[in-house]
């Protein structure tokens, strides 16, 4: 028995979350019962329904890896190699997919504005709300993108280069226009 690799965490749910993106990174976890014994091994009891809201809160979703097997992917969990086979997984960009839904959902009523400079989005946010804006960028798979910096209402999304910027640009104020025409039907 090794007793000092063991980790004593404390019983919140920040500690539970991290709990499961580390065992999600270590390993195929395949299903939610297997990661409910893993977390069981670590002292973290808990229920079904609240790992089901824990792995949504965390983006969790399942990829098929080289080998074939089906397990779950959390993106910032992720190493660079799997972010292509994550993006297949999720759909195709003519097809509304997991990422999409995730950050319409997140991010309707927060975007302000969009503007470009060369590969840079400058995002305004209502006072506050940049910093939550971020991570909903920084939790997702997106092609091109290579990072966010957050102020008060502000985040600088940086991309690789200015047309993977450019198309960016036009899929945020696609994305979080799209729910806000809606209520006119």
Do not use: C
Not at 48 to 59: F, I, M, N, V
Not at 129 to 134: H, I, K, R, S, T
Not at 147 to 167: C, F
Not at 169 to 182: D, G, I, R, V
């Amino acid at each position: 028995m090794h007793d000092e690799e063991a980790s004593v965490r404390p019983a919140s749910k920040t500690a539970r979350l991290d709990a499961i993106r580390q065992l999600v990174e270590q390993g195929q976890v395949t299903s939610q019962q297997q990661l409910v014994k893993l977390l069981n091994l670590q002292g973290i009891e808990v229920t079904q329904a609240t790992l089901s809201r824990d792995l949504e809160e965390l983006g969790a979703a399942k990829i098929r890896y080289p080998d074939g097997a089906l397990a779950y992917w959390i993106p910032d969990a992720a190493d660079q190699g799997l972010l292509g086979a994550a993006a297949v997984s999720m759909g195709s960009p003519s097809e509304p997919n997991k990422t999409d839904s995730y950050l319409t959902r997140v991010l309707t009523g927060l975007i302000t504005s969009v503007k470009r400079a060369g590969n840079l989005l400058v995002v305004r946010t209502p006072s506050g709300a940049a910093q939550y804006a971020a991570s909903a960028f920084d939790r997702q798979p997106l092609p091109g993108v290579l990072g966010t910096i957050a102020g008060d209402d502000t985040v600088l999304i940086i991309a690789a280069d200015d047309a993977a910027a450019e198309e960016r640009s036009a899929w945020l104020l696609n994305l979080t226009s799209s729910q806000a025409e809606k209520p006119e039907t």
